[in-house]
């Protein structure tokens, strides 16, 4: 089975920094697509940032230039450094992983709060 168990959320003021992690089992990570949704109450569930296996990420335009999406493959993690946060960040974030050998699995969610 694949699991995946994300980390690093909590409150931060505007203006802050906070990474997630999302720490995978499995022997196929290295050749998954990973990424990050976001999801508030009462808003429609965002695609916040890819990585496919070869490196190649993509961005909501809501977060280009503050938010970057990494992989380890050697610890089986994918990482979303986020800068400049802003209010409108607040979400569950939850980290996927995509493979043609698996369904599409979860992480728990992680709660971020950007506020003062």
């Known amino acids: 089975q694949v699991q995946l168990v994300e980390s690093g959320g909590g409150l931060v003021q505007p203006g802050g920094s906070l990474r997630l992690s999302c720490a995978a089992s499995g022997t196929i990570f290295s050749i998954a697509t990973m990424g990050w949704y976001r999801q508030t109450p009462g808003k429609q569930r965002e695609l916040v940032a890819v990585?496919?296996?070869?490196?190649?990420?993509n961005y909501a335009d809501s977060v280009k230039g503050r938010f970057t999406i990494s992989r380890d493959n050697a610890k089986n993690t994918v990482y979303l450094q986020m800068n400049s946060l802003k209010p409108e960040d607040t979400a569950v974030y939850y980290c996927?992983?995509?493979?043609?050998?698996?369904?599409?699995?979860w992480g728990q969610g992680t709660q971020v709060t950007v506020s003062s």
């Open positions: 996927y992983l995509d493979s043609l050998l698996v369904a599409r699995k």
């Open positions: 990585i496919i296996s070869g490196g190649v990420t």
